[in-house]
């Protein structure tokens, strides 16, 4: 009885999928195929605002636990809004004066049904400018002001990450003219946020206490984090987030090219995780976990830029560099440059964002998108690569140390010492993070 | 010898660990706790609803030292604890009776030093 109903039911959907074929062209499918990979995606790269939450959080102090989370929270709704009021304009609006910025399309809301690709693809960029703001909050976390914070955030969403990303992701931008080939974002999420990043930590100076200066020598302090199982789940959610961020960058669910670039995106993180763990074995005489953490996103970001255009072996050897180019950063920025980034957020973004979009220009290996220096092709496609990062850089960085020093000499940039002693949980939020626990809070 | 207990802020305590270092004092004992004396207490809020919390967290320090100590241990405890605010917290001496040191069995103010 039951294989009668069964084969009665294969038939029926044997008759419904005939009806459709009749009336689906292969263009209709595609449509579909498309609209369905670029939101999955783009819901998985939206998921990563929960990893660097969990990261961020796990890897600062209790007190700050409420702050820190509302920032990652905020960074997100604000930037959300202010992208779709003016930043899209600016990233992929008109052109104008030659690939420099976009101007139209501000308030963007069209309802007739041939607009479908519009809101497709608004979705899936609006997720990676959340991304590349979200990266800030790391390096200036347990210190900042809350309302500063989010002023910083409209800013970087509204404006200086879309024309830094419509050079280089807008069919008319400058540097996409000259071949810059920037996959998944090294350059345009990763380095803008680690530039920004960087300026937020230089204008806003060390969290109390960081750098004791003792007999005329400074003495570089840590502040371990309170929950390092979070920042674990953190980058377990990052990881699995940019399964979204590169693979869908393919902005095709049809493209072949997506199986070799999970690849080469899994083979990279892993890569990053084993050398920062190795090296820092060797050098702290320890297996360090918040390191390899690290090394981890190292590693996952130099491959973001080359994921599609290199092989696996290339993928695995970034990855190699990369884990180690984040412990090197990390005790460079920390003991050498004295500049406090509480996550690693400069050394994860901005310097392997850099490092990943150089990759490129060396072991880029697919006829027609990038020829690297190691497959014949010259220092043609590393010179482009080359110019893009100084141009990103000097766009990145000059901006947001611009904002920085506007939003602390207007508003104030950096709470009190007592509230920032007592905690930005009491001080910002007036509660607590961990209400009914007593923790230890005379660090 | 002298028992002397200390009331202290938490985010001091590493100040008042600074100055009876540079005292030479280099023996503390450290623990958690909770109470409130003339600051009361500050309010907190969760949902829009306030909350007032009474025992504020305080961290209490004891030093057992030889009267030598005693005021050199006092005054070093109120320079890393002083903020001139309500709230930085008392200070008790208590004469002490006897101090044993486990391990060897000595008493007295040697076992103190």
């Known amino acids: 009885m039951r294989k009668r109903i069964t084969a009665l039911l294969l038939l029926g959907l044997c008759f419904s999928f005939a009806a459709i074929a009749q009336e689906t062209t ?68 008109a052109d104008k004066f030659g690939g420099v910025i976009g101007f139209s399309d501000f308030f963007k809301g069209p309802m007739d049904a041939d607009s479908f690709s519009f809101y497709r693809d608004w979705f899936f960029q609006v997720v990676f400018a959340a991304t590349s703001a979200t990266i800030v909050s790391g390096a200036m976390a347990e210190r900042t002001q809350f309302k500063s914070y989010l002023i910083y955030t409209c800013f970087i969403s509204a404006f200086i990450y879309p024309v830094s990303g419509h050079w280089i992701w807008s069919a008319d931008g400058w540097l996409f003219k000259l071949g810059f080939h920037d996959f998944a974002g090294s350059t345009v999420v990763h380095s803008v946020g680690g530039w920004a990043a960087l300026m937020g930590a230089i204008v806003l100076g060390p969290r109390i206490g960081k750098y004791v200066k003792v007999d005329g020598k400074v003495s570089v302090k840590a502040f371990p984090g309170h929950n390092i199982g979070w920042a674990f789940l953190g980058v377990f959610i990052l990881w699995f987030g940019w399964y979204g961020f590169n693979p869908g960058s393919t902005l095709s669910g049809m493209d072949g090219a997506i199986g070799r670039v999970a690849v080469t995106t899994t083979l990279g993180g892993a890569a990053g995780a084993v050398a920062a763990l190795i090296f820092s074995w060797i050098w702290f005489k320890k297996p360090d976990a918040s390191m390899t953490l690290n090394g981890v996103l190292a590693g996952l970001v130099a491959i973001t830029a080359p994921c599609a255009v290199v092989s696996p072996g290339a993928s695995v050897v970034i990855g190699l560099i990369a884990g180690l180019l984040v412990v090197l950063a990390v005790e460079f920025i920390d003991k050498i440059l004295k500049i406090d980034d509480p996550v690693g957020a400069v050394s994860v973004h901005m310097v392997n964002g850099v490092f990943g979009t150089l990759a490129v220009g060396i072991w880029g290996n697919v006829e027609g998108k990038a020829v690297g220096l190691l497959h014949g092709g010259g220092f043609h496609q590393l010179g482009i690569q080359a110019l893009g990062v100084v141009a990103v850089g000097a766009w990145a960085g000059i901006t947001s140390l611009l904002l920085f020093l506007a939003i602390k000499a207007i508003f104030g940039l950096r709470v009190s010492a007592k509230e920032e002693l007592m905690g930005l949980d009491l001080g910002e939020h007036k509660s607590e993070a961990y209400h009914g626990f007593q923790i230890f809070t005379n660090m | 010898m002298k028992l002397i207990i200390a009331y202290v802020q938490p985010h001091k305590l590493n100040d008042v660990k600074q100055e009876l270092y540079k005292a030479e004092v280099y023996k503390i004992s450290v623990t958690n706790a909770m109470g409130c004396g003339q600051q009361k207490g500050y309010h907190e809020s969760y949902r829009g609803v306030d909350i007032e919390v009474n025992l504020l967290k305080k961290v209490r320090i004891e030093i057992a030292v030889n009267d030598a100590f005693v005021t ?15 709230g930085d917290g008392k200070i008790f001496v208590i004469p002490l009776e006897d101090c044993i040191r486990i391990r060897t069995g000595e008493t007295g103010t040697t076992a103190i030093g």
């Open chain 1, 26 to 93: 292969v263009g209709d499918v595609a449509t579909a195929v498309n609209m369905m990979w670029l939101v999955l995606t783009g819901a998985l790269v939206f998921f990563m605002q929960a990893g660097f939450a969990f990261v961020e959080t796990g890897l600062t102090r209790a007190k700050n636990a409420t702050n820190i989370l509302m920032k990652n929270l905020m960074d997100f709704c604000f930037g959300s809004i202010v992208f779709w009021m003016i930043g899209w304009g600016f990233m992929y609006g």
């Open chain 2, 72 to 86: 050199p241990t006092i005054d070093a405890i109120i320079r890393g604890a002083r903020s001139g605010e309500i």
